[in-house]
T-cell receptor, first 113, second 111 residues
Framework: NAGVTQTPKFRVLKTGQSMTLLCAQD?????MYWYRQDPGMGLRLIHY???????AKGEVPDGYNVSRLKKQNFLLGLESAAPSQTSVYFC????????????FGQGTRLTVV | GQQVMQIPQYQHVQEGEDFTTYCNSS?????IQWYKQRPGGHPVFLIQ?????EVKKQKRLTFQFGEAKKNSSLHITATQTTDVGTYFC???????????FGSGTKLNVKP
């Protein structure tokens, strides 16, 4: 079992460029999440999805878009990257239901110059 | 929106000393989970607390959930260098969908 896989692992973008981060899970989980991690800020929720075809905003959604066309994939898009989006991005998934643990991908380190 | 605050932000201890991190929510939580992130790694689930006043132990780690289900703590007895990492609490409200993490406590253990 691969669990949760994020691609790419590293990326450097120029300001204004766009890119898509891919998260794939093979555990048939309903819920998927995108977080960003910055020093001293913990993990902040960007967007999340509770099922195929549904998405919702988290704490810091501005500048990001997401799509969940297939249950196993959750895509995070940056339309016009800004230096403030330099961060480590983590995807997580969990089963639906009250008390399920989250499984994280290995993270994507994104630098916007 | 829900806020989960965690203190302290950093803790440096000598190996063998105890360590405690605290998690406080502005709203009542349905449950709380604790995760550990090793340096350069990703968060990994440690434990979940559900009941008011619940206490759980994992070897040298003791987890508590407050009576009002708004706060929690993680205590490590006699720290070891393998305990190094960042410890996060994560809570959900009763709709279960959103999953908020605290700001984390970074633990450094000097041998």
């Amino acid at each position: 079992n691969a669990g949760v896989t994020q691609t790419p692992k590293f990326r450097v973008l120029k300001t204004g460029q766009s890119m898509t981060l891919l998260c794939a899970q093979d555990m048939n989980h309903e819920y998927m999440y995108w977080y960003r991690q910055d020093p001293g800020m913990g993990l902040r929720l960007i967007h999340y999805s509770v099922g195929e075809g549904t998405t919702a905003k988290g704490e810091v959604p501005d500048g990001y878009n997401v799509s969940r066309l297939k249950k196993q994939n959750f895509l995070l898009g940056l339309e016009s990257a800004a230096p403030s989006q330099t961060s480590v991005y983590f995807c997580a998934s969990r089963n639906s239901g009250a008390y399920t643990e989250a499984f994280f991908g290995q993270g994507t380190r994104l630098t916007v110059v | 929106g829900q806020q989960v605050m965690q203190i302290p932000q950093y803790q440096h201890v000598q190996e063998g000393e105890d360590f405690t991190t605290y998690c406080n929510s502005s709203t009542t939580l349905s449950n709380i989970q604790w995760y550990k992130q090793r340096p350069g790694g990703h968060p990994v689930f440690l434990i979940q607390l559900v009941k008011s006043g619940e206490v759980k132990k994992q070897k040298r780690l003791t987890f508590q959930f407050g009576e009002a289900k708004k706060n929690s703590s993680l205590h490590i007895t006699a720290t070891q260098t393998t305990d190094v990492g960042t410890y996060f609490c994560a809570g959900t409200q009763y709709n279960f969908n959103k999953f908020y993490f605290g700001s984390g406590t970074k633990l450094n253990v000097k041998p």
